[in-house]
């Protein structure tokens, strides 16, 4: 009597580990990833998905828009004026692509880490460099708008993020740099 109490209840608790582990949902704003034995098999679209109980999981992907921002970047004027600029990245991770992110990164601020920071660091010196402190400062939005180019175009061959947008925040001179303008306005 013992024995059937016990071979029911653990044939229950199959069950119901079978039942609660045989669907997932998948949020819009995500993409799902499915995985078998820990390999990606494939791509969930939101909803509700139907997988084999401990053998397939779902690693969800966010693939709504995220704002990474890198604070004081050190860069150097075409007259080599040093500056600190504050810059904004608007992006996120291509729908299509979450199965390709996740067996390369994991997660989406790895790959944020590893592949947008290096060129979002690379591509601001290089354009920050061929502007002079003062049109850097006249010229603000042509600034802007070149450094997003130059991101967009870095990372036009890696789908797997897409941009949509760059934003030249703040530039902040060094005090010496400051305090020459001053002298040279009061001059004037």
Do not use: C
Request: hydrophobic share 45%; proline share 3%; net charge neutral.
């Amino acid at each position: 009597m013992i024995r059937g109490t016990v071979g029911a209840a653990i044939a229950g608790l199959v069950v119901l580990i079978a039942i609660l582990g045989s669907w997932y949902t998948v949020d819009q704003t995500e993409r799902g990833v499915l995985l078998r034995n820990g390999a990606v098999i494939g791509t969930a679209q939101p909803g509700l998905g139907f997988k084999v109980p401990l053998i397939d999981g779902v690693e969800k992907i966010s693939v709504k828009t995220a704002t990474y921002t890198w604070d004081k970047m050190n860069s150097y004027s075409y007259d080599q004026q040093p500056a600190d600029l504050k810059i904004s990245v608007t992006l996120r991770a291509s729908p299509d692509k979450v199965s390709d992110l996740y067996a390369k990164f994991g997660r989406l601020d790895t790959a944020v880490n590893q592949v947008v920071s290096p060129v979002v660091n690379q591509q601001v010196k290089v354009v920050f460099g061929r502007y002079t402190a003062v049109k850097a400062i006249q010229e603000r939005g042509a600034l802007n708008n070149a450094i997003k180019d130059a991101i967009a175009d870095t990372l036009k061959y890696d789908p797997m993020i897409v941009i949509e947008s760059v934003q030249l925040e703040n530039i902040e001179f060094s005090a010496n740099y400051l305090h020459s303008i001053e002298q040279r306005m009061l001059a004037e």
